[in-house]
């Protein structure tokens, strides 16, 4: 017998809709006339086969995970990286819930898209803890919370609301009702703080250097321990340097912000040689479904980013070059309290689930910079709406 959700041996009961035969399995999945493969869908698996001795039923058989018909939750999925990726994991046939706190229920961009359903609450709140009891969900992403490093060093305690508390709520949620849906948290490069050797692995000496930093790590750590101790099925991702459409803080939006207002001076922080690993926000969401679909989900944790540096000197030009401008440069020769000099990501440890970056740079810089004077021409300011998710 073959039953969905893993192999069944002798002791499986009779057919069901999620339990058949072996021989009928098989035979679903050749075409009687022709004897080709066809594919077969079912919870959430796309089972391949490939005819081989047909007489003597021998038949290989590629199981892959599809998004078809599942059902996402989406915390923060309004914001700047949750709406890429509730647009992906729609794109792939999945059914998405998005709980954010965008006073409107829903940004303008995810206006007109089906399956998709936004909710208006706060992670960790009584309302966010009777939709998880509901069951409804198949995986669930968490990247809700405050994403930015300024913000935790002038008020480390409002960090400590925004990221650490409800996460924990959420985990603690799943534990008590002994839900056990996937869950992916969105964590961050900021772990690592000022890096001893590069490229950083998962594996390297964890020493934040910001309450932003310190928030993720605790974050992380929970993760780890649920998974390990209530057998929770989750893993963190390491965000670097994310940037694309729709981001309306950090470094990239604020070097086209300013070039917009002053074509003819851009200061920037620092001397020139900082260094980021700058990740286009489509394959962050490329990352996170392959990581929910294909990773251990053990507690383990992938560093999503795209493996190449680039230094603010260099990403000053390239957002230049995309405005068609040439201006003064100025530095300021110092940089923020809490920002490490340098970041290198290893991702072979992501890349062995199959994530390939699919857009450099260049192209990453003008789509964001053509998405900026899109909404300034329709006399829209880009700093519209908030973005409390993490990054």
Known sequence: WVGWGGWRGPGCPPPTPHCLPWTQFLSGLLDPGSGRAVEYVRGGLRVVGVPGDH?????????????????????????????????????????VTVVDEVATGRCEHQDGLSNLEVIEARVGTDAFASLLRSGRFDTIFHLAGSGYVPPSVEDPYF?????????????????????????VFASSATVYGAPRELPIAESAPLDPVSPYGVSKLASERYVAVYARLYG?????????????????????????????RNPEVLTILGDGTQERDFTYVTDVAQAALLIAARGALAGETYNVATGETCSTLELAREVAAA???????RFTGAVR???????????????????APRVDLRQG?????????SAAAEDRSPRRHGDTESS
């Open 159 to 183: 960090d400590f609301e925004r990221n650490l508390h409800p996460t924990i709520r959420l985990l603690e949620c799943l534990r008590l009702h002994r839900l056990a849906t996937p869950l």
């Open 365 to 373: 810089i003008r789509e964001t910079v053509a998405w900026y004077l």
């Open 323 to 329: 405005l068609g401008l040439d201006p003064q440069l």
């Open 55 to 95: 007489s003597a039923w021998s038949v290989c058989l590629k199981v892959v995970a599809t998004w078809e018909h599942r059902r996402v939750l989406i915390t923060g999925g309004a914001g700047f990286i949750g709406s890429h990726l509730a647009e992906a994991a729609l794109a792939e046939g999945a059914q």
């Open 232 to 260: 929770l099925r989750a893993a963190s991702m390491r965000l670097f340097s994310v940037y694309g459409p729709r981001q309306r803080k950090q470094v990239v939006y604020d070097l086209i912000d300013r070039l917009h």
């Open 337 to 355: 309290p809490g920002d490490a000099d340098r970041w290198a990501a290893d991702i072979s440890r992501v890349r062995a689930l199959g994530y």
